[in-house]
C-alpha cells in the first residue's frame, strides 16, 4: 500500500490509524486512502483489538429499528466511524427510559463507546455499567454533569412551523402530540405553546397520540370533533402522525388543506408520498449521526467533546394553506 501511494509505511500507520491531522497533508492522507480502497484493504479488528486494547466498535442505542429517522442516524454514525476504522452496532431499545439491558452481558469487553439517540440519559446505566464513554443526541443538554449531547434546533423547528400557519392565518391550531415523555417532545408542546402566545393567540388544544397513523388518525378525529369551533390546523410532532391526521380529516369528509391544513415534522420519505405532499420540518438526520461518532471519538481520544446543535429547515408543501 505504501509503494502504491508513494508514501512511507509509517504515513500509511498514520492515516489507517486516524492519526495523520496535523502530520501529513490532506492530498497524502488521500493518496493512502486511495491505495487502500484500490487494494480493497480491510482493517483485522482482532487482531487491532488485541494490540491497543480496544474494540474499535461504537454501540448506537435508539428506541426503534423501523423508523427512517434513525437508520439515517446509523448511516451518518457509521460513515464516519468507517473513515476512523470503527464499526458502529446498532441496538434497539423501545422504551426510550431505562434501563436498557446490556446485550452483550459485559459490554465493556465487546464495545468503546455509547451514543444514544432520543434516549433518557439514565436509560444507559445498565450498558456497561454506566461506565462506557456515552454521548447523546436529541437529549436534554441541560442535565448538571450529563455527557456530551448532539441536539437538534427543535423548538426553533417548532417555532417555525407555528409562525408559518399563524402568517396563513390560522387562529385555531390543535397539536396533534407524542404521547413520548422524551425531551424532544416536551420541548415542542412548549415551544408551540409560547410562539402562540406571543402572537397572542390562545394555546393549542392538545391531543396527545401514539406515534403510528392509527393513533394519529384518532387523535385527529378527537381534534376536529371536539366542541367549539373546529381548528382550522393541525399541527403534528412528526410526520407519522400528520399522516394520521390526514386520513382523520378526510374520514369526517373535510379536505386537506381547503378546509384543514396539516403539518409535519422529520421531512421523512413518507411527507412527500402523501397527497397532497406535506409541509414539515426538515432533521439532518445523518448530520446529528455524524456529529455524534465524532464527538465520541474525540472521549476516546481524551479530548473535549462540546455541545452541539443542528439547525432545521422549513418546508412548506401543498398540505398547509390560508385559513378558509
Known amino acids: 500500500m505504501a509503494r502504491v501511494a508513494g508514501v512511507s509505511q509509517a504515513t500509511v500507520s498514520l492515516v489507517l490509524g486516524g492519526k495523520w491531522h496535523g502530520r501529513v497533508s490532506e492530498r497524502t492522507a488521500q493518496a493512502v486512502r486511495d491505495a487502500a480502497g484500490g487494494l480493497g484493504y480491510r482493517p483485522n479488528l482482532a487482531a487491532r483489538s488485541l494490540r491497543l486494547g480496544a474494540t474499535r466498535t461504537a454501540l448506537l442505542v435508539v428506541p426503534a429499528l423501523t ?16 473513515e476512523h476504522g470503527f464499526g458502529v452496532v446498532l441496538y434497539p431499545s423501545p422504551a426510550g427510559v431505562g434501563p436498557a439491558r446490556d446485550p452483550f452481558g459485559s459490554a465493556r469487553a465487546a464495545i468503546d463507546g455509547v451514543i444514544a439517540s432520543s434516549m433518557a440519559a439514565d436509560a444507559l446505566t445498565g450498558i456497561g455499567d454506566g461506565g462506557l464513554p456515552l454521548v447523546m443526541l436529541d437529549s436534554d443538554p441541560g442535565v448538571p454533569g450529563g455527557p456530551p ?176
Do not use: Q
Not at 75 to 82: E, I
Open 67 to 82: 423508523h427512517e429517522y434513525f437508520a439515517r442516524v446509523y448511516a451518518g454514525a457509521a460513515r464516519v466511524a468507517d
Open 149 to 324: 449531547t448532539v441536539n437538534l434546533a427543535v423548538a426553533d423547528g417548532m417555532r417555525r412551523i407555528t409562525r408559518h400557519l399563524v402568517a396563513l392565518g390560522h387562529r385555531r391550531i390543535a397539536h396533534i402530540a407524542s404521547d413520548v415523555d422524551a425531551w424532544t417532545f416536551r420541548v415542542r408542546t412548549d415551544a408551540v405553546a409560547a410562539e402562540l402566545a406571543a402572537a397572542g393567540l390562545p394555546a393549542p388544544g392538545r391531543f396527545v397520540s401514539a406515534l403510528h397513523v392509527t393513533a394519529g388518525r384518532d387523535a385527529a378525529v378527537r381534534a376536529l370533533s371536539a366542541p367549539g369551533p373546529r381548528p382550522t390546523a393541525l399541527l403534528c410532532d412528526d410526520d407519522i402522525l400528520a399522516a394520521g391526521a390526514c386520513k382523520g380529516a378526510r374520514a369526517l369528509g373535510l379536505r386537506v388543506p381547503d378546509d384543514v391544513s396539516v403539518s409535519g415534522f422529520d421531512d421523512l420519505s413518507l411527507a412527500t408520498a402523501l397527497d397532497p405532499e406535506l409541509t414539515t420540518v426538515r432533521l439532518p438526520a445523518e448530520s446529528i449521526g455524524e456529529h455524534g461518532m465524532t464527538a465520541l471519538l474525540a472521549l476516546l481520544a481524551g479530548r473535549p467533546a462540546p455541545p452541539v446543535e443542528l439547525p432545521l429547515t422549513l418546508v412548506p408543501r401543498a398540505s398547509t394553506a390560508p385559513a378558509p
